[in-house]
DNA sequence: GTGGTCTAGACCACT
DNA sequence: GTGGTCTAGACCACG
């Protein structure tokens, strides 16, 4: 037993995984205008730089596009979209699968698990 | 959109939570003898009082109990450790479910998509 | 007429491309450990951080890898590098057929002029 | 392996290199007025003395002459330029040449890629 | 020692 | 004002 005390991901990944959540979400639509990388670095209270780079793994991936002064743009490319959508859907549903495996369920007990899970949700009001 | 930048659980939960995984998944067997504070603050290079607080918190639960000199030691009762065991694995559930929720999947989308990552994980080898 | 004084490409794409064609050149050999991003910095008189950008692209292209403490490699993939070389060389003949274009040459002009440099070049010496 | 960073060629030269290669594609015309020193100087942010060092190599090559008050013009010896065009375009084609070499092409390589090259081009539309 | 990340602050080009 | 690049220097994890 040890203990992963600040096992947070780089912050960088972590503005990316937000965007993309808010991309995949409809939080953020196809040719949105993102707002700029320092107004983003003041909001977060993070260097600039930090930001810039966040940005720069967001185009590679085609996610967004740069516009010379204008500033930065969600992609309209929505089948791109639809894509890194479930792309991100079937890492969580991994990570999901291997947590229930650590604590000793296999993979038919889980899937049972949520059915039931949903169930109850559904016959009493919300949560 | 903002960013949750460094939203870490204090310490002393993330030592609860190791605590109960290791003792859900077998890692830890019921009747084991738990290192004293001191050694596990030594190992995660932490307060022994974040320890200390977590150990409380597991006592509480009734997940360990204390013999005054003898140092603590996880429960033998069994119920309630497969009770503890379903009550972890249900609030994984339901967090992955609102994730899902978030990135726009309904709960039945989510469940197909899991079983055919089972069924793909199947078919393949592992990866 | 304007004058594209300082057009240089950035430095990390200068050195990116020098890498690789060290590599393409069998300079650098698949498997070779490079220099440390500190030593190469401080050869080239350069920041860190600008060689740092620089292989974090190469690593990207899976070009070199990296081994924890060890330092950067060479990948084995030989036909990766033999991909990369011939991108390298595809580029340079757009390069230079668009310079060409520019004063004026045909296409098929430039594999004549080509053609006869070659013949030249061997009936003489060398250069 | 070290790094030709800021390997940039004189600022005369890359003028003087402009304005031939302006001539030779036909952007300016025999006969045609060239800008005076200081208005160039002035569109290009450098100083006069460097321009003014740019036109003396121009002239000693007899691709521009003066005339007293008038100012400077491009040659009309039709002849001399298309020597100078072709003097350009080889060394372009040595250069090309040089740099396949270094990336472990031999000139028959380099002659039958450039071919497939423009074979390809004429096959799709542009690009 | 290695690479990985981050901050602070600068200058540039573009419009 | 935007993004793009670069420097200087810091701290961390790994072994």
Known sequence: M?????DDLPIYSQVVAQIKAGIASGAISPGDRIPSAR???ADAGVNPNTIQRA???LERDGVIYTQRTAGRFVTDDIDLIATMKHQLADDKIRQFLHTMAELGFT???T???ISFRIQEDK?????
Chains 1, 2, 3, 4 share one sequence.
Request: hydrophobic fraction near 30%.
């Open 2 to 6: 040890d203990f992963n005390i600040r």
């Open 123 to 127: 016959t009493n009001g919300s949560t």
């Open 107 to 109: 993979e038919e007990e």
């Open 111 to 113: 899937v049972k698990m």
């Open 39 to 41: 107004e983003m670095a």
């Open 55 to 57: 940005m720069q793994e």
